[in-house]
């Protein structure tokens, strides 16, 4: 009997021993249950010759070829991958909305002697729940704002607020961007919808009863936009601005950006962005140092120059000001209890 979702929750305390996906790998690529791993039983080509068939020319041969196709994958998945699971393994499967692709791969599973299942209206289900957490829904957690300057370690004080107990959330390591022009983790950002699933996965498990601690953030990072509901809370909450001597941010940026400095085409590429703000005497330096390898004074004048300028614009002045000696894992880890302590 196919299992209902009632809540993101619910998919911690399923008695399954693990979440398939059967949807064509550029549909689980996009966004997918979390934790599920992928068997498609159509490929992307598949998918699209069997649509095709279907709308143009004759539904029963659709899913005739269809039907042929999905047996040949199942075996593929069953010879391969599955092929140590023992008889007491326990699928849940899916696919778009909970219909023949998971009906008939969990069929096949059932005929081995496997207690596979299938979710109610498949990922389209799940889907409802993520956008009714994000979107249909006020934050239901106090928020309290790590706000300050680039380079005064915000990031990474989340993380020790973790260490010491609080209840965080990494908004930029979710959208794999550290929310500047310099800011993109690794080659590429998740989709919008695999950023909100982990988002609402976030959520789902935090203590409506505590404060969670969130680093400002515009309505933007990266390509990614964060969901209303974190625009308001962000905007009525309470702010503490971190600040740091000038020479601990340069330090902290040169660390945490050793990949941008690591790659010249790069960060000469994004320098030249900043035309249109600084003119091309300006920028003309900045790519210099960056070619001589002068990347302290290029940090320092991009600090004062460029972000300390916006930050003043968009900051909260009502915020605690909350001052630094330097930006040490050991100073961020004392820092992180009082204020764990504090808010927590």
């Known amino acids: 009997m196919p299992v209902t979702l009632d809540s993101l929750g619910d998919l911690g305390t399923l008695p399954f021993d693990q979440v398939i996906d059967v949807r064509s790998p550029a549909e689980y690529a996009e966004d997918h249950v979390p934790g599920a791993i992928s068997l498609p039983v159509l490929s992307d080509a598949e998918r699209a010759r069997v ?17 042929a196709l999905v047996a040949r994958n199942a075996a593929a ?6 092929a140590d699971r023992d008889g007491g393994w326990r699928p849940l499967v899916y696919c778009w909305r909970g219909g023949q692709r998971s009906g008939s791969f969990t069929s096949i ?32 957690c106090p928020v309290l704002l790590i706000d300050g300057g680039t380079g005064t370690a915000k990031t990474r004080l989340l993380a020790h607020l973790g260490a010491a107990g609080a209840q965080v959330i990494d908004l930029e390591a979710l959208a794999g961007h550290r929310g500047s022009l310099f800011g993109l983790i690794g080659t590429e950002q998740p989709s919008q919808k695999a950023f909100e699933s982990a988002l ?39 702010g503490i601005r971190v600040d740091a001597p000038m020479a601990a941010r340069v330090g902290h940026i ?70 630094l000696p330097d930006l040490s894992d050991a100073t961020l880890s004392v820092a992180a209890r009082r204020l764990a302590d504090r808010h927590g």
Not at 52 to 67: N, P, W
Not at 210 to 220: G, K, Q, T
Not at 315 to 322: D, G, R
């Open 51 to 67: 649509g095709t068939i279907y709308v143009q020319e004759d539904r029963f041969l659709a899913r005739k070829i269809g039907a």
């Open 77 to 82: 998945h069953i010879e391969g991958p599955l």
């Open 109 to 140: 599973l059932q005929q081995i002697g496997w207690r596979a299942d299938t979710i109610a209206g498949g990922y389209r289900s799940y889907r409802r729940l993520v956008v009714a957490a994000l979107y249909d829904s006020p934050f239901p």
């Open 200 to 238: 609402a996965m976030r959520v789902a498990a935090l203590d409506r009863a505590r404060p969670v601690f969130l680093e400002a953030e515009s309505a933007r990072i990266g390509g990614i936009t964060l969901p209303p509901a974190f625009a308001v809370a962000m905007k009525s909450a309470p």
């Open 254 to 323: 040169l660390a945490e950006y050793e990949d941008m400095i690591a790659d010249p085409a790069r960060l000469d590429a994004v320098l030249e962005r900043l035309v249109r703000y600084h003119g091309h005497e300006k920028v003309a330096t900045w790519r210099a140092w960056a070619a001589a390898g002068e990347f302290a004074p290029l940090v320092e004048d991009l600090i004062r120059t460029h972000y300390d300028p916006r930050y003043r614009r968009v900051s909260k002045a009502e915020a605690t000001p909350f001052a």
